[in-house]
Nanobody
């Protein structure tokens, strides 16, 4: 069992930056694939980024590529999402997720554990 807790959300102006963190419990964290998803009001949850167990492989949605960076620190059981050049359309609740596999993937249905989410609001 893995328990995930996100933090770092908030209100930021367009063009600004935020770093989200997701702290995990569980001794097997380092073997899991991880991902970030987001859900805007009235819309479905969408893939943002994923990272494999070692951090050596990452993949991003086109909408955030070159602006967001996913990373992990297995010693701290934490995954991060650095978000730069934020846009109003990035406004959403951001969720981290863990999958009992070496790789995360882009489909939310493939993940086994979810955090409660953290709100990110980007003002224009």
């Amino acid at each position: 069992q893995v328990h995930l807790v996100e933090s770092g959300g908030g209100l930021v102006q367009a063009g600004g930056s935020l770093r989200l963190s997701c702290a995990a419990s569980g001794r097997t964290f380092s073997s899991y694939g991880l991902g970030w998803f987001r859900q805007a009001p009235g819309k479905e949850r969408k893939f943002v980024a994923t990272i494999n167990w070692s951090g050596g492989s990452t993949y991003y949605a086109d909408s955030v590529k070159d602006r967001f960076t996913i990373s992990r620190d297995n010693a701290k059981n934490t995954v991060y999402l650095q978000m730069n050049s934020l846009k109003p359309e990035d406004t959403a609740v951001y969720y981290c997720a863990a999958r009992e596999s070496s790789y995360g993937g882009t489909y939310s249905s493939g993940y086994d554990y979810w955090g409660q989410g953290t709100q990110v609001t980007v003002s224009s």
